[in-house]
């Protein structure tokens, strides 16, 4: 046996089996994810159409009503306050950091950037409770006349879109660095200002890849449990304003997995919670991806 | 003149973006040491939780802590088993099948994306179908299916820049393919593919979400796989939504404990990648 595993042979054809197995596993990975969600989940078809869970505002686990309208307007609100916040903020930053930083700057951003990405979840969401919630409600709330804990659909989006930062960012840096230097000096011969430049020819040329980096950094958004959990409120209704508490689908699924085995059927609702997340991500990326290999080709 | 402004203008909003980000990352990393650096006792760190813990009587977060560190590695481990090879794979043996590769790219970065609370629910569901209590080994499973896009595309972005000519001189020296992918190509790379795999670790040690309902929690620290084990994430969680003031105290602490870790990944693996550039060929 000893002599067999010395052979370089043997050695290479174990070792390419092995390669084989794991390749074919993450290929398999994703089906298996969408699959095992599925099956999952079908007990919650037998009662309800699909069209009557997405859209029911009903949510009564005990008598079998499961309407998840709440939970995913509440990722909605949560997810494109976020957006609104985080967008120019990534656009102007890359712009910046792309075209007119000097190098020493750059020696600043980038761990900065990197140390953003890495902080968890959770310290994001403690830093929610102990800073944004208060500030809501101490300070952004009573500009509006509005009385709140702060447990709220912006908190959440505050949080959320300081998580999104880093990832946005750092797909909008890539997107420009692959912008040709002759185009902005064509630009920039002909007479126009940096900023001109910016506005008619990097732009309009990346811009499949700017849609494409705030689609990514929707989908991350959308799913991103703890943080939003701690600071959200968590009341099942669909909110109105951006003081409303609400209560985002990752939220459900992570709250309740103590109930789950305890109420019937409870546990297929979940897990329908949790193929949405998976399905409007997958969905999400694959759109975005693609539209990233089309800008490549140019 | 009009142009002069317009373009101060915009130069002025991008600054103040760039500012606002830099002042959002001292401002959480300075609440949380605010808040933490308090209530940081040495008994933090080498404790577990004694009986009462939770109502602030004495006790650490020792069980998270390595809870936390056990199936970090554990999960690690697991996906550079599968992960590396899978990388070395398409890097190496499907050099020559572009459309291939391109479609297992696709794919990857596809799942990179899934939010770990989905692989958490799979994960539980996986549990269930086996027949698994909530352990150890549950996490870790779960932890391993979540990193492990992470681990292959980073190692693939790594190994796609490694020169072709290497890879053709080693063949045709009359090495196997197994010989050109691990003592050639992965060589080469080294200090890339661990920068990968210390990535994934600090998206492993810092995830809540995946192992929420299958790593289970606990006051001991785990002595074997079957075991469920606390991890600091969670840890954190639960002590802050304690209403006793001293154990939200602690949660404030133990997220400095984290976010310490998570740093010194971070700083570890910027070294090791500025390693990387520098050997590159």
């Not at chain 1, 190098?103 to 968890?120: C, E, N, Q």
């Not at chain 2, 995946?210 to 954190?236: Q, R």
């Amino acid at each position: 046996m000893i002599v067999l595993f010395y052979n370089r042979k043997t050695k290479n054809r174990l070792s390419t089996a092995w390669m084989i197995i794991a390749i074919s596993f993450v290929i398999i990975l994703p089906f298996m994810l969408g699959i095992g969600l599925y099956y999952k989940s079908t007990l919650l078809f037998e009662k309800q159409s699909l069209g009557d869970l997405l859209f029911s505002k009903i949510w009564k686990p005990y008598d079998g009503k499961f309407g998840f309208m709440p939970f995913i307007m509440g990722s909605v609100w949560v997810t494109t306050i976020a957006m609104l916040i985080s967008t120019p903020i990534c656009f102007f930053s890359s712009l910046y950091i792309t075209q007119y930083s000097n190098k020493f700057y750059l020696r600043v951003i980038h761990p900065a950037i990197d140390i953003l990405a890495g902080i968890p979840s959770v310290v994001y969401g403690l830093w929610g409770v102990i800073f944004v919630v208060p500030f809501i409600s101490n300070y952004i709330a009573p500009i509006f006349g509005i009385k709140t804990m702060g447990y709220s659909v912006l908190a959440g989006a505050i949080v959320l879109s300081v998580m999104v930062i880093p990832f946005i960012l750092n797909i909008l840096i890539e997107i420009f660095k692959t912008i040709p230097i002759e185009l902005s000096e064509a630009s920039l011969s002909l007479g126009a200002t940096k900023w001109q430049t910016i506005k008619f020819v990097l732009v309009k040329k990346a811009l499949p890849g700017i849609i494409a980096a705030v689609g990514f950094g929707l989908a991350r958004a959308f799913g991103e449990t703890m943080a939003v959990l701690m600071v959200v409120g968590n009341v099942i209704k669909i909110p109105h304003s951006a003081f409303d508490p609400g209560y985002p689908l990752p939220a459900l699924i992570a709250n309740n997995y103590g109930e789950m085995l305890s109420i019937p059927k409870y546990d297929a609702a979940l897990m329908f919670a949790a193929l949405i997340l998976f399905v409007v991500v997958m969905f999400f990326n694959a759109l975005m991806r693609m539209l990233i290999i089309r800008y490549e080709k140019y | 003149m009009l142009k002069k402004f317009e373009e101060m203008f915009f130069k002025f909003i991008m600054m103040l973006c760039n500012f606002i980000i830099l002042f959002v990352l001292v401002l959480i990393i300075y609440s949380i040491f605010h808040k933490g650096m308090k209530a940081l006792t040495w008994e933090m760190l080498t404790q577990r939780p004694h009986g009462g813990y939770y109502y602030g009587k004495e006790g650490g977060v020792l069980n998270a802590i390595v809870g936390s560190l056990y199936l970090s590695f554990g999960a690690t481990l697991l996906a550079t088993i599968i992960g590396v090879p899978v990388a070395l794979y398409m890097n190496v043996y499907l050099i020559k099948r572009k459309k291939i590769v391109n479609v297992i790219r696709f794919l990857l970065d596809l799942i990179w994306g899934v939010p770990s609370i989905v692989y958490g629910a799979f994960g539980f569901s996986l549990m269930v179908f086996f027949g698994l209590k909530t352990s150890l080994l549950a996490g870790i499973i779960t932890v391993t299916l979540f990193i492990l896009p992470i681990m292959i595309r980073s190692c693939d972005e790594i190994l796609k820049t490694s020169p072709l000519g290497l890879l053709e001189a080693a063949l045709s020296l009359g090495s196997t393919r197994t010989e050109t992918s691990f003592r050639v190509i992965l060589k080469q790379s080294f200090s890339g593919v661990v920068t990968a795999i210390l990535l994934s670790f600090g998206r492993a040690i810092g995830d809540a979400a995946s192992v929420l309902f299958t790593a289970g929690y606990t006051d001991n620290i785990p002595t074997s796989l079957s075991e469920p084990a606390a991890t600091l994430p969670l840890s954190i969680f639960f002590q802050l939504g304690s209403p006793v003031p001293e154990v939200q105290n602690r949660a404030y602490a133990s997220a400095v404990i984290l976010t310490v870790i998570i740093l010194i990944i971070s700083l570890l693996s910027r070294a090791l990648s500025k390693r990387f550039h520098k050997n590159k060929i």
